[in-house]
């Protein structure tokens, strides 16, 4: 890593703001705010409600403690048990409490009276010191002058990054299966997705660069897209994480056709090593420490970053809580200012409560209690992945095998069929007349299963057939009681893909132990009687 | 009471339009039909893995009679109140709920609490209500809900400019419509509609209003002008959008010691609203605290679900510890109730006439009734450098007539200097567009005002006030101001 002072500074960018965020001024009353600096000056300028009449003395919260979670499993309990022992044992768990009073005692402390008023839109100061040294150790951006800002979220984060850098009719990169609600942003303002196949590694860097050197303008209608939106780990629905030897050609590539890179990344310490099948998995007896950890997680671009040109969405929501409704931005000053001006006359800033309460997690929890509580969160998922995938090694028979064409070129596939067989072991060998339901690869981070379904061997299958099977079989498993994602809400160009594919995504986030057993049971009845009669 | 099917879809942008619902949420809306569904849909992490149990909110009580009063001179020691929001002990809104993904709208305890509020201040007729992220969200929202590019929107001549700034991006322009001490001029609004240009664009369809304690005049409309603007809105087919963060602080005549606490809160047009064409967008940042980012949009059906369309792929929901908050303090074990909330908004305008009277005591002048604000009215012809024929020098027939203009910029100069900042009135004007526009009596003529607020702390007033005064003797005197 080159040192700090071989570090530039970003690069004029500026000639990628869309008309929208170059139209935007200084609020005339945030303008005045300069003048508000100047000692002994008198203010009856704002109408800013004093803190003696905020109702509040008080905010308190009972907070885990960073050690909650284990980091590593031992063979002595079963996973089960370990697991599970959350549910419903709230009087087990450890917590300590964190209070934040309206005026603080001393200097420097969060308080209400600062938290709950107006003006905290870049971030209360004790969460942004505490946003600079994570972003400045965790994610070592490459260039000099990077700055943070908060944020409601990364769909609000993403929704304000696109309509300041792109113009209605624009074009955006982004890989050919996605977030639905990335595309529910820019869709009404006619910025439209153009998809790049993935393979093992995510994003195509070859299938990029063809789309970037033959773009022709006038037979897509618009100019040749400048803004790329990626997942690159625990891509949303696929489950692929990106290495630092794809990231750097993309980067490249980002360079030579002056692309900026908005990089949506929630899942991002939700890495957890690929699958190991039950019967093969050893104990880690001895836990990893916590700056191993760090070390063996996938960089984020903005590590590779020289220029300035990747605008990084960070979020708790996936981390702390969904209702925190806070993020932040990593990027060069001059995109941050426009996105502090968009955030200026929208939601202002993020809810004082959640900045306060999370900014005294993190300051009583410090770097290391931070680090700490992501470790433990990762080997969270990483037991329920494999919970979920060994369930359906259960339910279904499941082998394993080396993809070799297209997406799955390098990966390790298991496909399902429908098991007459008493036992769990996963095989080599194929029964020939064991036709696949559906295959998939087991996800090295984030929350997803994305199974790719073998409509071809559907009973009466016709060309063609896929998009109304997929709904079908959606709908019939909503009958029996278990909720999936259908594929095509994440298909990026709302086109037909392949043909006899239907996919689905299936998250093993939330459910229990005993919801994901009985939705693999239900799944595999569902599918044995859909296969042999679609109707 | 039934809403009369009038048809308002004519007003969505394209934007609204073309908005699809997010096919995410559709599906998490599904989760909640069968009561043993599993959902292995949608990426919601579990609530044991949330670093959180339990959330307490210490609070003034709203038991004493004048729970304002009681909450400042009591200090840390003030009567105080405590609810909570956890995940095991019984609450209003358990935490593992208030802390998920939820809908656009709002948690469904968090939007009833709410509706419950409107219905009590308002009983409207029909109307859903959204929640958003204050006012400033909440009205952006609704910008973006109506406006089309090459748009003009109807506001106040003076108009709180962090609003007005924020669809001027969006290819938005403003059109300003006269007011006087009673806020905006019905026969003035009509005016403007009936001899708009059609060469200009569409006529406005958008009207953009502050009806209490209008910021920067402090006026509050009458009940008479409010149902003549609402009449003027169906004849003309406008939307209106009712911006009313101070609905609460309205007060008695500046004479009257205190304003009682019996003395009722003015009809909004959210309650003369029989077509659906209101949106009133209410929060909580003046009446409890700015930084809570909460507050709610009524509106009909109709336009509740693409408000929520529009949320659903943008901000999302608001976050969990507000909406925990307000649910457990208006419906949960231990909170103030509607009843309590209506003690202390009561309590809250009483302490602001207070201040209001303070401040006036400390300088006579007849002012409007409401707000947070006073509109300081300068005697600007008296000033030895006022002129009054510009218009006839520059032979422009479109320029100004006065002076009024840089006058005002040097006075607000000259308080700077002598460590005083107020708002001068050129920032809140919206200018007119001379081609179009009436311009016989141009804004920049009337920019002789300045706006004081008294909401902050007495001794700033005082010092305040008495730095304004001795500027406005040396600006009048015409004194040399010390070479910077």
Redesign the interface.
Known sequence: MSSFEKQQKAIDLSHHLS???L???T????G?AR??G?P?????????????????????????VPE??AVSTSHSESSLSWLWK??GG?SK?K?SPITIPKFSEHAGDVN?AT????G?ATGLPQLSKFINDFVGKIYQPGYSDWTTLVQ??N??GW?RVVLTLCNPGEAFITEDWTY??AL??S????IHPVGVPMDSEGMRSDALRKLLSEWDESARGCKRPHVMYTIPVGQ?PTGVTMNVPRKKEIYDICVEYDIIIVEDDPYYFLQMGSYVPKFERASQASSVDSAKWLGSLSPSYVKLDYQGRVIRLDTF??T???????GFFTCNPRIAERLERAG????????????S?IAQ?LTTWQFEGYVR?LQG?SV?YKVRRDFLIDSLAEEFHLRMSLGTAGSRAGCIVYTASGRPRRDAEMTEKFASNDKPYFSFVPPSA???IWLKMHFENVQGFRAGDEDTLEMKLWTKL?EA?????PGR?FNAEDEDLGTAEGHF????????DT??K??AV?FAKVLRDFFENPQ | MDVTQVDLSHHLSS??R???P???KA?WK??RR?P?????????????????????????SVDELDP?AS??KGGRT?P?TKFAS???DPCALPLQT?????HGAGLPDAQRVVTELTNFYHSPRDHVCTLA??N??GI??CFRLLGEPGDFFLADEFSF???T??P???GIKWVGVKMDDGGMIPEELEKVLANWNPARGRRPHVLYIVPCGQ?PTGSTLSLERRKLIYEIAQRFDLMIIEDDPYYYLQYDEPSAPTTSFSTPFARSLLSLDTDGRVLRVDSF??I???????GWITSSAFFHEHLVSYT????????????M?ITEMLSGPGGWRLEGFDR?VRS?RT?YHRRRAFFLELFEREVSPTG??VWIQVEIEKHPRYRADLRLESRDPTAPRTNVAALMDELFERC?DN?????PAS?FALTADAKYDDVEDPVEDRLNYL???F???ED??E???T??GQTLREFFADEKQPSA
């Not at chain 1, 200026?344 to 900045?355: H, N, R």
């Not at chain 1, 009681?481 to 994602?485: A, Q, R």
């Not at chain 1, 995504?505 to 229990?512: H, L, N, P, T, V």
């Open positions: 008309k929208v965020a139209a935007r001024e609020s005339p009353l945030k005045l003048y508000f100047r002994g000056l008198i203010t009856l300028a704002g109408g800013t409600p004093s803190p003696d009449y905020f109702p509040f003395a008080a905010i308190s919260g009972d907070a885990l909650s979670f959350l549910f709230s768990e917590t209400l938290a709950l008023q107006y905290t409601t979220g769909t609000d929704s639905p609600s529910a942003s869709q009404p303002y006619g949303n929501s996936k702390i809580a969904p209702g925190a409704r806070l200026e006359t929208s939601s202002q800033a993020p809810c004082g409560f959640g900045q309460l997690l509580w969160l969270q984030g929350m997803f909503a009681g278990v909720l999936i994602g809400y995504r299936i998250s093993f986030s939330f459910a229990s919801e994901l009985k939705a239900i | 934007e609204a073309m908005r699809k997010n096919p995410m599906i599904l989760t069968k043993d569904m599993v959902s292995l849909a949608n990426g919601d992490p579990h609530f044991s893995l949330y670093p959180i149990r339990r959330v307490e909110f210490e609070m003034a304002v909450w400042r003030a105080a956890s995940t095991y208030a802390l998920q993904y939820s992220l204050g400033s969200d952006a929202k400019s962090s609003i700034n924020a001027l991006s969006q910021n940042s003046k409890m605290a700015p930084g809570m980012r909460l659903d792929s943008s901000t999302h929901h608001p976050h969990g510890f507000g909406q908050l202390w809250l302490e947070m604000f700077l460590g005083l900042v107020i708002m920032i706006r004081a607020t909401a902050g702390t700033a007033m010092q305040g006030l730095i304004l």
